[in-house]
């Protein structure tokens, strides 16, 4: 799955990877948690460009009553979205980039009583790179839309099986321009760009529980503990 993740990169650097004509509204973050703003985006089809928006991180369907299931909603199973009601159209025609520069798995203890351990994973050249996502807009019953989003995952690679069932979906930067691309509306032809993401290409590090609370977001979440002094 994917519950935790960071984008650190000056705004300079996010535009020019992501191809955005202007620098997006963005501060670094460490930690960004589910029902909290996640960096996406879409494609605008009238101004025929990539569109930097902020969105609840958490989908909610256009037809739903409200919001109290959106923290369960923040992944979606890549083999199955195009089928699940929640999912199914923003397959076709909502699709959008989460932008990233890592995120965070945690493994069980091997002994009894031991807390998780959190491991931040992250490209090998510390690059910048796009989650495939799916967005949604939902207006409340006093009139305020909300923007949301969700991250599509898969099985996992060889660095990340240790950790966990499930993944990511990673996007390579060739491959961000047909996920968004809106002429694509049959979610079959999209498959083959859901897959784990390359191995050798990422590394994976051990990092202080400090990451483990939702409103602790520092540099220092991302930094590589000491292999005699990790936490327990």
């Known amino acids: 799955m994917c519950g ?7 705004t300079d650097v996010i535009a020019e990877y992501f ?9 670094p973050r460490y930690n960004i948690a589910p029902t909290q703003a996640a960096p996406t985006i879409r494609y605008d089809q009238r101004s025929r ?6 969105r609840y991180w958490g989908l909610i ?9 959106a923290a369960r909603m923040i992944n ?13 159209e923003a397959m076709k025609h ?10 965070y798995e945690w493994q069980a203890p091997s002994v009894k009583g031991q807390r998780k351990q959190p491991y931040y994973i992250h490209m090998q050249d510390g690059a910048p790179f796009a989650f ?17 989003c969700t991250v599509l995952t898969t099985s996992p690679n060889e660095l990340m099986k240790h950790l966990h069932h499930r993944m990511p979906v990673i996007l390579s930067s060739g491959d961000c321009d047909r996920w968004l691309d809106p002429t694509v509306t049959d979610p079959q032809a999209l ?18 529980t400090k990451v483990n609370s939702p409103t602790y977001d520092a540099p220092d979440c991302i930094q590589p503990l000491d292999e005699n002094n990790q936490s327990n």
């Open 61 to 69: 369907p256009a037809w739903s009553r409200d919001n109290t299931f």
């Open 49 to 54: 460009r990539r569109i930097f928006e902020g």
């Open 191 to 208: 498959t083959t760009l859901l897959g784990p993401y390359p191995a050798d290409v990422m590394r994976v590090v051990a990092v202080d």
């Open 4 to 10: 935790r993740f960071t984008l650190t990169k000056p």
């Open 94 to 103: 909502q699709r959008c980039l989460v932008m990233a520069d890592g995120f």
């Open 132 to 148: 495939a996502g799916l967005w949604a807009q939902w207006q409340r019953a006093d009139g305020e839309v909300i923007q949301s």
């Open 19 to 27: 191809a955005l004509q202007a620098l997006p509204s963005w501060t």
């Open 76 to 88: 979606a199973r890549a083999e199955t979205a195009h089928e699940k009601p929640a999912f199914r």
